[in-house]
């Protein structure tokens, strides 16, 4: 069960310390040192946006995420808020983290804030297809190592192509 011990009369979801009830067990932080930052961060809250707020109201930014970016400069926030608007894309909790170091240091431009929302992940794209959707494409009796022998023999050719069209493209 989920308890909300309401710090401020404000909105609950942003100005709340979540208490986990589990039978008599009262999940609270490990040390005093780390309620502190809880509490810290909470109180920082009131120097976000408007707008950055309502996007941590509406779950689509992390309070984790809002804490860090209250630490930006109002008019970083409103350049960040743009950049969120513009693109549709919501800062990570390591995008904040940069963000907000950043902006201690007095570097934070809006240019670097729209290349760190723009900026893809160096994480490999990791794909899954279900067997339903491929099933229809192989024989029953064919075993997970023939199929993927079979889709990368695929992909092969096709990229293949691809680099044939691109090479002619040049040429043009």
Known sequence: MLFF??????SLS????HLNINSTKIG??????????IIEGIIKFP???????EY??????PMIVGEKLSYLKPQEQEWLLGGIVNSNIFP??????QL??????????????????????????????????IGNYFPETYSKEQIEEV??????????????????????
């Open 47 to 53: 120097s976000l946006s408007d707008g950055l707020l």
């Open 28 to 37: 609270l932080p490990a040390s005093v040192k780390e309620l502190s930052l």
């Open 14 to 17: 942003v100005y709340a310390i």
């Open 5 to 10: 011990l309401s710090i401020f009369p404000l």
């Open 92 to 97: 990570t909790k390591q995008q904040a983290e």
């Open 100 to 133: 907000k170091e950043c902006s201690a240091n007095g570097n934070l431009n809006q240019g670097y804030i729209y290349a760190v929302l723009l900026k893809k992940e160096n994480s490999k794209i990791n794909v899954t297809i279900p067997a339903k959707k």
């Open 151 to 172: 889709i990368f023999m695929l992909l092969d050719k096709w990229k293949e192509n691809r680099e044939g069209v691109a090479d002619a493209e040049d040429t043009v």
């Open 56 to 61: 941590v109201d509406d779950n689509k930014i």
